[in-house]
Every structure is written in C-alpha cells, then in structure tokens.
C-alpha cells in the first residue's frame, strides 16, 4: 500500500469499525471534563507537563502517565484495541489543547498539538477524517497509518478533541 493507496481502505474500516463509538460517554465526558480543567493552561504550561511526560516516559516513577494510562477511557481504548484482532495499534484521544487524555498504549509525548493528527482534525472542524502516510514501524516491522477524527459534542455539534487511531495496513 505504497504512496496513498493505503487512504481508501483505512477510511473504509475507520468508518465501518470506529466511528460508531466515538461519541461513546466516556469519551465525550472525558474531553468535555479535561477541557474545563485544561482551559486555563499556557502555552508553558503545555510545554511543562510535556517534558514531565517524557521525563517519566523513560522512567519507573509515572505519576501523569499512570493518571491517563490508568483511566476509564485507556482501558475502554485498550479493550477497542484487542478487539480489533491486531489491525488497530493504538488509539489515544486528545483534549481542545492537543494534550493526550487517554491512550491504548503509551506514547513517547503528552502534547500531540505540533503534529499533524490534531492539527488537521480539531483545528479544521466537525466531521474531519484525516489519514496520515503509510509508514513501516520498526519496532514491529509492519506498516502502519494513522487515522484521525476530529470528536464533537453531540449536543452542539462544535469540535471538542480529537481521535487518532493507528492501523496495521497489513493486517487490513
């Protein structure tokens, strides 16, 4: 699935697979809460509590990592993971801030607004699905996409985070 011959197929599982529990309560609760207590932080702020998340990335003492990989969205993101049978390899929501609020598995950085995945999903508006480069990870050998969706509360449609979900291509 070289070049974008990977976008089709992604799109057509996301949308089979995965847009039906995005608006899932805990989900659209978690954002909705993180968002009310995140509303205040600076850009500094964001800079501060992204280089303790990868300070603890590397280490055994993991207070803000164990606060969101012990969550009820990590686990509920875990359980849609294994359920996937191995074509999905990991999901992590993120906040009106690009800050991670919950994750399947442990990603390297806390912020994920420098990157593409909310950039062109939050940042665009509702009913964004944005599929990334096919990319060979290395630590698995397979090739993977990552898919994002920009989530919006169902009660006034306005964007209040973001999804991405990861996606073993040969397994699709």
Not at 30 to 51: F, M, V, W
Request: some cysteine.
């Amino acid at each position: 699935m070289a070049g974008g011959a990977h976008v089709e197929p992604v799109t057509a599982y996301i949308e089979a697979n995965v847009r039906a529990w995005i608006e899932a309560p805990v989900i659209i609760e978690g954002l909705k809460d993180q968002n009310e207590r995140h509303a205040h932080l600076t850009p500094a702020d964001i800079d501060d509590l992204d280089a303790a998340w990868r300070t603890e990335f590397s280490s055994n003492v993991r207070p803000l990592i164990d606060s969101v990989m012990g969550s009820p969205l990590s686990k509920f993101l875990k359980d849609k993971q294994v359920a996937s049978g191995g074509v999905i390899t990991e999901i992590f929501v993120i906040d009106a801030k690009g800050l991670s609020i919950g994750e399947s598995e442990v990603s390297s950085d806390y912020w994920q607004g420098d990157e593409l995945k909310w950039q062109k999903t939050y940042l665009v508006g509702p009913d964004i699905l944005f599929v990334d480069r096919a990319e060979k990870d290395e630590s698995t050998q397979t090739l993977q996409s990552q898919a994002s969706l920009t989530i919006c509360d169902p009660e006034t449609g306005q964007p209040i985070g973001a999804i991405t979900v990861g996606i073993n291509l040969d397994a699709l």
